[in-house]
């Protein structure tokens, strides 16, 4: 009886979990409209959004202490707990970026001319697919769509440090440029941050499902050869 307890209880959280993500993609993605279309109405709407993430993040804590009180789950009940956890404390830090970006692109909204940088949208895009990719890969248990999340992270890094580079360059040839730059750079900053936590539930969809942690080896989960 105990365990068709835990097993519903179990349902109901991970049921708020789902509703989290759908929650934290909806921010992205307007935070990713207010930059791209100038849209500065969506900012208030991003931050009680944000109201809302933040009070689900609890009860979905809450809950979770609960019921491992009441079952004092082993194994890989203890695991699954224990991943839900990790990963409601990670949509609540993207559903945070998710406000410092729609921010950002209001304080830019003052530069309608402010050349952002080509590689800037391509970034979002790809960690806007890392954090779909991470909740597929919770749902189906897929450990390869969880290894692919991982993969990409290397490549939002990689776009971080290209736009870095080219507000550098801009900011050096026109003083006037340096408050709209250090925005955009922000906004870079926060966007490869949501690629790090959406990195993060991937690396605890892999511990759910095969026990291990795999975090800091992804050489060893992707069988590269060491770095000598």
Same mark, same amino acid.
């Given at each position: 009886?105990?365990?068709?307890?835990?097993?519903? $209880?179990?349902?109901?959280i991970e049921r708020k979990l789902m509703s989290l993500f759908g929650l934290?993609?909806?921010?992205?993605? @307007?935070?990713?409209?207010?930059?791209?279309?100038? %849209?500065?109405?969506? #900012?208030?709407?991003?931050? !009680?959004?944000?109201?809302?993430?933040?009070?689900? /993040?609890?009860?979905? /804590? $809450?809950?979770?202490?609960?019921?491992?009180?009441? &079952?004092?789950?082993?194994?890989?009940?203890?695991?699954?707990?224990?991943?839900?956890?990790?990963?409601?404390?990670?949509? /609540? %830090?993207?559903?945070?970026?998710?406000?410092?970006?729609?921010?950002?692109? $209001?304080?830019?909204? !003052?530069?309608?001319?402010?050349?952002?940088?080509?590689?800037?949208?391509?970034?979002?895009?790809?960690?806007?697919?890392?954090?779909?990719?991470?909740?597929?890969?919770?749902?189906?248990?897929?450990?390869?769509?969880?290894?692919?999340?991982?993969?990409?992270?290397?490549?939002?890094?990689?776009?971080?440090? @290209?736009?870095? /580079?080219?507000?550098?360059?801009?900011?050096?040839?026109?003083?006037?440029?340096?408050?709209?730059?250090?925005?955009?750079?922000? #906004?870079?900053? &926060?966007? $490869?941050?949501?690629? @790090?936590?959406?990195?993060?539930?991937?690396?605890?969809?892999?511990?759910?499902? @095969?026990?291990?942690?795999? %975090?800091?080896?992804?050489?060893?989960l992707f069988n590269e050869p060491k770095r000598l």
């Open positions: 009886f105990m365990s068709k307890l835990f097993e519903m $209880e179990m349902q109901n934290v993609e909806k921010m992205i993605d @307007d935070a990713v409209r207010s930059l791209s279309e100038h %849209r500065v109405d969506l #900012v208030s709407q991003i931050i !009680q959004s944000d109201e809302r993430v933040n009070q689900t /993040e609890v009860t979905i /804590e $809450e809950e979770c202490l609960k019921v491992l009180a009441l &079952h004092q789950p082993v194994a890989v009940n203890l695991r699954r707990i224990a991943t839900v956890l990790k990963i409601n404390i990670d949509l /609540e %830090r993207i559903a945070d970026l998710a406000c410092n970006i729609a921010e950002r692109a $209001e304080s830019l909204n !003052q530069f309608p001319y402010f050349p952002i940088p080509d590689q800037l949208p391509t970034m979002v895009k790809l960690a806007t697919e890392m954090v779909r990719k991470a909740l597929d890969s919770f749902v189906e248990l897929d450990t390869k769509k969880a290894a692919d999340v991982i993969r990409g992270d290397a490549r939002v890094d990689e776009l971080n440090r @290209d736009v870095i /580079e080219e507000l550098r360059n801009l900011m050096m040839t026109d003083s006037q440029l340096i408050e709209p730059g250090m925005h955009c750079f922000s #906004v870079s900053r &926060h966007v $490869e941050r949501i690629g @790090d936590h959406a990195e993060n539930i991937a690396e605890d969809v892999i511990y759910l499902v @095969d026990g291990a942690i795999v %975090r800091h080896r992804h050489g060893q």
